[in-house]
């Protein structure tokens, strides 16, 4: 049962993790516009950094549940 819960978290934080480095390159894509207001492209890269540590926290914690999945 415990391997059960799991491999759901795994593909739970894989989903979350691929979710954060989309909004991570869509920020970096706005953070380099030269279109886009200075404050828009502040706040796009400030947003960037934190999805890049969000996108970090739900690999490590997929990779966890992968292996503890495994025993």
Same mark, same amino acid.
């Given at each position: 049962? +415990?391997?059960i819960?799991?491999?759901?978290?795994?593909?739970?934080?894989t989903?979350q993790?691929?979710?954060?480095e989309?909004?991570? +390159?869509?920020?970096?894509?706005?953070?380099?516009?030269?279109?886009?207001?200075l404050s828009s492209?502040?706040?796009?890269?400030?947003?960037?950094?934190?999805?890049k %540590?969000?996108?970090?926290?739900?690999?490590? %914690?997929?990779d966890?549940? %992968? +292996?503890?999945a495994?025993?």
């Amino acid at each position: 049962m +415990e391997t059960i819960k799991n491999a759901a978290n795994y593909v739970s934080e894989t989903v979350q993790g691929a979710g954060a480095e989309a909004s991570k +390159e869509a920020n970096k894509t706005v953070a380099k516009d030269s279109n886009a207001s200075l404050s828009s492209r502040a706040t796009a890269a400030k947003d960037a950094v934190i999805d890049k %540590k969000d996108e970090t926290s739900h690999n490590t %914690k997929a990779d966890v549940h %992968k +292996e503890a999945a495994k025993h």
